[in-house]
């Protein structure tokens, strides 16, 4: 549970349905958590601790996610059962669906417990910091905050953008990133708009000095529509 517990849960404590796969209809339950690889569920139903299955969370009616789960535990609270339940199987668009859900509608839960340390010592953010435009080729000088998750380890981290591509990033991480670790990352850019999600792969990796790393990062698609958005801002 110590490792699955390094993703941020978002406490939501949301009244839903839920669906096990060969179950005609959904029955309620109550979403208390909820995280990128799991959730906290309570429901009137009996599941069997320690076993896979495959259900459907609906979060709203725009938002239900397909997933193979496995119940970690099971606890009973006022004649409730209550389940910890890890995401064996789920899918990069219902994690995305998940993380749209929250911004949408608990959109304080993202700006405290992804962004809390945007700031820096005298109050100014790093949104409103002036950046000096240093272009090489088609690099240019960005410095936003990111959140990331390094789909080997499964751990979530974050980081800040040094310069930013169409097809690269360059970041400093607190922690060391293996070359070829396979990154989800939400981009913080300071144009109101939503954090943008990308996927791309470590290149390269080295210390400058303790808890500082600097890392090259390669997309793994050419993402121009997120390049204009980070060149209107800089």
């Not at 397909?66 to 119940?71: D, F, Q």
Request: hydrophobic share 35%; proline share 3%; net charge positive.
């Amino acid at each position: 549970m110590a490792e699955r517990r390094r993703f941020t849960r978002w406490k939501i404590d949301k009244d839903t349905k839920v669906k096990l796969e060969g179950a005609q209809n959904c029955v309620n339950c109550t979403v208390n958590d909820i995280s990128l690889t799991g959730c906290k569920i309570s429901l009137g139903l009996k599941l069997q601790k320690d076993t896979f299955l495959k259900l459907t969370i609906v979060l709203s009616d725009e938002s239900a996610i397909n997933i193979e789960a496995w119940v970690a535990w099971h606890k009973t609270i006022d004649c409730v059962n209550c389940y910890g339940v890890y995401f064996n199987k789920i899918k990069d668009g219902d994690k995305e669906i998940i993380y749209q859900f929250i911004r949408r509608n608990f959109p304080q839960l993202i700006n405290n417990q992804w962004w809390h340390d945007t700031r820096k010592e005298g109050g100014e953010t790093m949104e409103e910091e002036k950046i000096q435009d240093r272009r090489i080729f088609d690099r240019f000088a960005a410095k936003f905050p990111l959140k990331l998750i390094n789909l080997r380890e499964n751990k979530e981290s974050e980081a800040l953008t040094e310069d930013i591509s169409a097809k690269g990033i360059g970041l400093t991480a607190p922690e060391q990133l293996q070359p070829r670790t396979p990154l989800e990352m939400w981009l913080k850019i300071p144009d109101k708009g939503e954090p943008l999600y990308i996927r791309g792969e470590v290149v390269w990796s080295r210390m400058v000095e303790s808890n500082k790393h600097k890392v090259g990062v390669n997309l793994d698609k050419a993402d121009l529509m997120g390049l204009s958005r980070v060149l209107r801002v800089v």
